[in-house]
């Protein structure tokens, strides 16, 4: 199984802030990563996938990098509707494709 | 509107057992592969399950494998998740997801790879397991 690891488990930030979300795979997997955001009582949304494509819809201040084992969530500039539960998946090992531990970004 | 909803949560008793539905529209339902993710009061997200779209192959986690099924009829677009021998640790909100399979030419060769992701999820049914 491949182990995500996701750094910090939780952040404040300001609106303006740029901020950052690290996700770290226990394997190389080749830009098979994908973000997610999740508010409060509401289903996760895909933001990101192979690592860097921003879904549709998705505002251009989130963009997403990385290669190999390490990748990275960036928010260019923190908005108020921004504030989530921020999660990394792999999608190098299907079927199962497995999540980090989740990033909570909170109001500072 | 491309919409998964969840249903058949409840309250149930150690050691019993559950069915979830997850009515599926405005997709082809067939064409897709779908999969379970469930979620603990305050924990992040775990994958549970995946069927292939033709119904034709079905993985589990480690957690579930033996004790839950995963099963879907196409003809009426729908999804569903027996669970048994339920146990506190399975108490969650149980999502339904769609797999999608974005094409995309990786390195600029013209090669395209296939990069999967949950792309449509459903708004989550609870599954408590407490006396």
């Known amino acids: 199984d491949i182990q995500m690891t996701q750094s910090p488990s939780s952040l404040s930030a300001s609106v303006g802030d740029r901020v950052s979300i690290t996700c770290r795979a226990s394997q190389n997997i080749r830009n098979y990563l994908n973000w997610y955001q999740q508010k409060p009582g509401k289903a996760p949304k895909l933001l990101i996938y192979a690592a860097s494509i921003l879904q549709s819809d998705v505002p251009s201040r989130f963009s997403g990098s990385g290669s190999g084992t390490d990748y990275t969530l960036t928010i260019s500039s923190l908005q108020p509707e921004d504030f989530a539960t921020y999660y990394c998946?792999?999608?190098?090992?299907?079927?199962?494709?497995?999540f980090g531990g989740g990033t909570k970004v909170e109001i500072k | 509107e491309v919409q998964l909803v969840e249903s058949g949560g409840g309250l149930v008793q150690p050691g019993g057992s559950l069915k979830l539905s997850c009515s599926a529209s405005g997709f082809t339902f067939s064409n897709y592969d779908m999969n379970w993710v469930r979620q603990a009061p305050g924990k992040g997200l775990e994958w549970v399950a995946y069927i292939r779209s033709s119904g034709g192959a079905q993985f589990y986690s480690d957690s579930v494998k033996g004790r839950f099924t995963i099963s879907r009829d196409n003809a009426k677009d729908s999804l569903s998740l027996q669970l048994s021998s339920l146990s506190a640790e399975d108490t969650a909100v149980y999502y339904c997801?769609?797999?999608?399979?974005?094409?995309?030419?990786?390195?600029?060769?013209?090669?395209?790879?296939?990069?999967?992701?949950?792309?449509?999820w459903g708004q989550g049914t609870m599954v408590t397991v407490s006396s």
């Open positions: 997801t769609r797999a999608y399979g974005f094409s995309v030419d990786a390195d600029g060769s013209g090669l395209y790879y296939v990069f999967d992701a949950f792309d449509i």
């Open positions: 998946q792999q999608s190098y090992r299907t079927p199962a494709l497995s």
